[in-house]
């Protein structure tokens, strides 16, 4: 019954910005860390962010100063602020849970479309 459902997506011109949220419900227990990936057509998901339960974060090269991961640890709510985006940015992005004793749950995903 857990379920991650993501939320923001849509087609955005280059330039613009998006706000993905990620909403957690069910028995999912301690949150020990969240992140984010995506997956362009063709090519393998890759990570894109991470957000610790202590609130450190961590980005991969590419969208870092651009995008900014963030948490609602009450609502069980994961963000990614995305500015400045990029055609490169398009993608299907998911949103990942790690959980306790390694229980890891993933969202169904959200179509990010950025025209150029």
């Known amino acids: 019954q857990v379920q991650l459902v993501e939320s923001g997506g849509g087609l955005v011109q280059a330039g613009g910005s998006l706000r993905l949220s990620c909403a957690a419900s069910g028995s999912i227990g301690s949150i020990n860390y969240m992140r984010w990936y995506r997956q362009a057509p063709g090519k393998e998901r890759e990570w894109i962010a991470t957000i610790t339960s202590g609130g450190s974060t961590n980005y991969r090269d590419f969208v870092k100063g651009r995008f900014t991961i963030s948490r609602d640890n009450a609502k069980n709510t994961v963000n990614l602020q995305m500015n400045s985006l990029k055609p490169e940015d398009t993608a299907v992005y998911y949103c990942?849970?790690?959980?306790?004793?390694?229980?890891?749950?993933w969202g169904q995903g959200i179509q990010v479309t950025v025209s150029s």
């Open positions: 990942n849970i790690e959980a306790a004793r390694g229980r890891n749950y």
